[in-house]
């Protein structure tokens, strides 16, 4: 595989950009900056001193930058000075993996009856129950379980042995103290371009839908209880806990380990530290942390969720 630097440019139409160093290169795969291979596509996350020494080593042929980056001369690298380079690295390297991922069935998953399933990937050993929604570009990953009536949106990602649509924890107790399950006939509804990781649970609701809004993104070990909303844009990190019945706002950051209480409310750009048990709703825009949970400061309203966060 050889990609041209003509050919990545032409993914950068439309982005303010400059070119410095060896304006004819190519590059033959994708590669940390320290430690990589040659001939690699890189990106460099500073803007210091530690940049110029990692750029001045690297054997990459092909690096994003910052745009005040001081790079190197006189040497046969490209740099592509640009804004975020890490987001655009990401950009060009999920094309090229897009393009090469084979939407297909296996032959050991099982589809339950009347399910309405677009162009897609499902691997091996996954469930989906009846009445099943999945919208074309969703890669449904191996072990991953869908129950009855679960909607997947476009290009979303559900990562192996995940579940999605069984019934909840909800019980009533009888006059003898013995736990009664109450019936969940709601389901889940999961956005576009949703991403949900290994080892999740999403439980269905009580008699409406759980829902994960388009454009959020969950990491592995993830509980997410019956009714609750989640709002578009919204990052939680490993090993959350989403009590049941409670609304999340968009564009939020939930930190690991973190619990909310059932039938909480959490505002719009919402930032939960790491470990926090939040046990009160939370208005727009605050950073909280703590056991339980107190608010540190109310951020500018157009401060992004993670700033501050190490990625």
Not at 6 to 31: A, V
Not at 66 to 82: G, H, M, Q, R, Y
Not at 223 to 243: D, F, L, Q, R, Y
Request: hydrophobic content about 40%; glycine content about 12%.
């Amino acid at each position: 595989m050889k990609i041209l630097l003509t050919d990545l440019l032409k993914k950068l139409e439309g982005e303010k950009y400059e070119i410095r160093g060896n304006k004819e290169n190519s590059f033959t795969g994708f590669g940390p900056l320290d430690g990589g291979g040659a001939n690699f596509l890189s990106f460099c996350r500073y803007k210091d001193d530690k940049a110029e020494e990692l750029l001045i080593n690297t054997r990459a042929s092909v690096i994003f930058c910052w745009s005040e980056a001081v790079v190197p001369e006189n040497c046969d690298k490209t740099f592509i000075l640009i804004e975020n380079p890490r987001l655009h690295f990401a950009k060009i390297l999920s094309d090229f993996l897009a393009s090469k991922r084979e939407m297909s069935i296996h032959k050991t998953a099982i589809i339950g009856a009347n399910c309405a399933i677009g162009k897609v990937s499902i691997g091996a050993y996954a469930v989906i129950g009846d009445h099943v929604k999945i919208g074309d570009g969703a890669v449904i990953s191996p072990g991953v379980v869908l129950g009855d009536n679960v909607w997947i949106g476009k290009n979303t990602v559900l990562k192996s042995n995940t579940t999605i649509g069984q019934k909840g924890f909800g019980f009533e107790f009888d006059k003898d103290g013995i736990p009664f399950a109450i019936p969940h006939i709601g389901s889940v509804r999961i956005g576009d371009n949703v991403e949900i990781g290994s080892n999740c649970t999403v439980v269905r609701g009580v008699l409406g839908d759980t829902i994960v809004s388009d454009f959020t993104k969950v990491d592995d070990h993830v509980h997410v209880g019956h009714n609750v909303k989640i709002g578009p844009k919204t990052m939680i990190a490993a090993c959350a806990e989403i009590s049941g019945s409670v609304k999340i706002g968009a564009d939020c950051w939930l930190g690991p380990n973190c619990s909310l209480m059932n039938q909480i409310r959490i505002g719009n750009n919402v930032l939960i530290g790491l470990g926090a048990v939040v046990t009160k709703s939370l208005p727009d825009n605050a950073v909280v942390a703590g056991n339980p949970a107190q608010i540190i400061r109310i951020k500018n309203k157009e401060e992004s969720p993670w700033k501050g966060i190490s990625r």
